[in-house]
């Protein structure tokens, strides 16, 4: 994960440019490759340090243990997922119902770009169902804001149901809906809130 940062050069004007990964956004990228390829009970904290091109002494130095490593991995999940909601909703001015058509278009531009499910929430559920909490109250607290943001509370609800059970069918393979029938299904989720514009009416032709 790249970070952006400001840098004032000796001309005293402002130049943006990108900051190198950190060792925790090597180690987290090294976790999930690593969990992709071997599957989530496998992964071990040797093969992450040596994917991540560290000592197994410098891996712990940033995650003492397989368990914060997880935990890592989750934190991440959850924020690069709340970073695109927020660039979304600000795109739409944070006006009604922003928070919810965000929410659409996060999960519909996922799943139209084809991108997995990240595996480090695999990795989690496979040793401790418990690193799920932060993404629980983080779904909690979401759906408070779509509700309290949506003209329809109810609605909002239900969109919230819907794509988190799109997401579940997906993370755990067991999709049902074809890709066409899926994109319907978000697609209408919008449509919702978005209502199609009416026909344009006809201007009888002047004799």
């Excluded at 991108?115 to 629980?136: K, T, V």
Aim: aromatic fraction near 8%; charge should be negative.
């Amino acid at each position: 994960m790249s970070i952006l940062f400001w840098q004032q050069p000796y001309d005293e004007s402002f130049r943006m440019v990108a900051d190198i990964p950190t060792t925790r956004d090597k180690i987290l990228q090294a976790a999930a490759e690593i969990t992709k390829e071997v599957g989530p009970v496998n992964l071990s904290l040797d093969a992450v340090a040596k994917r991540a091109g560290l000592s197994k002494g410098g891996l712990l130095y940033t995650f003492p243990t397989k368990a914060k490593l997880l935990e890592g991995l989750v934190e991440q999940h959850v924020s690069e997922f709340d970073q695109s909601l927020r660039r979304e909703e600000a795109s739409r001015n944070f006006g009604p119902n922003s928070v919810v058509l965000a929410v659409i278009a996060v999960y519909r531009a996922e799943f139209v770009c084809n991108e997995p499910e990240p595996s480090g929430i695999l990795a989690a559920i496979a040793n401790d169902p418990g690193f799920l909490e932060p993404i629980r109250r983080y779904n909690k607290q979401l759906l408070q804001r779509m509700r309290e943001n949506a003209a329809d509370p109810m609605l909002a609800m239900m969109v919230f149901l819907t794509i988190e059970g799109l997401r579940s069918l997906k993370l755990f393979e067991m999709n049902v809906l074809d890709r066409a029938e899926q994109i319907a299904a978000i697609d209408r989720l919008k449509n919702l809130f978005e209502p199609a514009d009416p026909a344009p009416v006809e201007t009888p032709a002047v004799a």
